[in-house]
DNA sequence: CTCGTCCTCAGGGTTTCCCCCGATGTAAGA
DNA sequence: TCTTACATCGGGGGAAACCCTGAGGACGAG
């Protein structure tokens, strides 16, 4: 029986070595390729054969949602399985949109990210138990929900979380305080928030915003 | 020669195994206990000769600062080297307070962290550029600066932060709102910031709360 | 005992947030 | 063409945040 082949691509040096380190020793599993660069990875795609790419979604440059993305128009057989620190709202959904198979935590354990790559190496799907729960609350709690912020919005927010008043950044975007508010209140209403500390939360769990 | 014999204190089960391996695989490096738990590891320090502790400082429950205080006045030679994943202010003060011997951040690769225990065993202390930086800044700034948080401001932060106002604060806290609001006031004065947009920031990299 | 720190509380003020309502112009799509 | 989504702007009002000042009691260190 031939082995999974696996990729990992994540930026974090000590992470990724000692990922690729422990799944070389689970029977059945080898770790063909590791990058931090996923540009690189892009171009290594023909000359290394890939069942499995583990992706972080957090990277500096080319997020794993992109690359995701790119990678999947190439090779629509390549499952990927997205790796992340948090479990939080508006990774996952994109990076299901973007094709991804699974999607497990940082904080999982050896046994149940090699369940996720059997599970998903067979043709199924594994998504962590945290993210099955936040994604069974949307539903139930049926928000207008992960509505996509306009590129406006997007604009506002970063401006938000970063302290600016609705005054300054109605001085720095040249648009009236109303036209701010406005856009606040209707950011507020996707996120499922009512103050700026809620916002900034959320913002910073679905990637609009980084510390 | 002796082996360098290392303890690794850190909740994330997957990074702690594979940074295990990639240690294991340094020459005049073994790692004898690992662990998620930071109360089991106090048990354990009578049983295994230790002579570093890779400390992660994010954990839940007892967190990598109040270990090293604890671990440190059982064992004043043990050597603790704190690891993050933030290189931001706070942290690292509070743990060379706690008297580590050195700071990494996650995003290093082998041959800083190889760097950073052979320099810490022998003696001497390891700082990662992006820290040694940060604290440049933070003299050269002097900002009024890290004037440590009372416990009972950081109660407030913490319930600030997840954004109750000031209202349901006092009802939680049964002190009135005026205390509170003088609470937010020095807590601003302090974290050197105007709003609670820019406090969460800073307490989110300060670890006075976590995501 | 004094000093400093911390926690507590208060008055009174300005600013900002947050929410209600409504409105116009524009551009993309059915 | 009609609809929808988006960005823009406004009035008004209550709630909360924010800022300043002052002050009393507790408690530990010197």
Redesign the interface.
Known sequence: MMDIQIAVID?????R??????LN?VQGFQVVYDTSDGFRFLEMLDQVPIDIALMDIEMPGINGIEITEKVLSLKPDLKVIALS??S?TGHYTQMIHAGAKGFVL?????FE?EQAIRAVHQGGNYFSQDILQKMAFRYTNHTVGCDQLTSREIGVIAL??????SQEISERLYISVKTVETHRSNIFLKAG??????L??WA??NQYYN?
């Open positions: 930026d974090h040096d000590l992470f070595e000692g990922l690729t380190l422990v020793q620190m948090f939080d940082k904080k999982a354990n050896k990210l938000v979380c970063q302290g600016l008043t928030v009512k103050n700026i500390a809620g900034i939360m910073i769990k510390i």
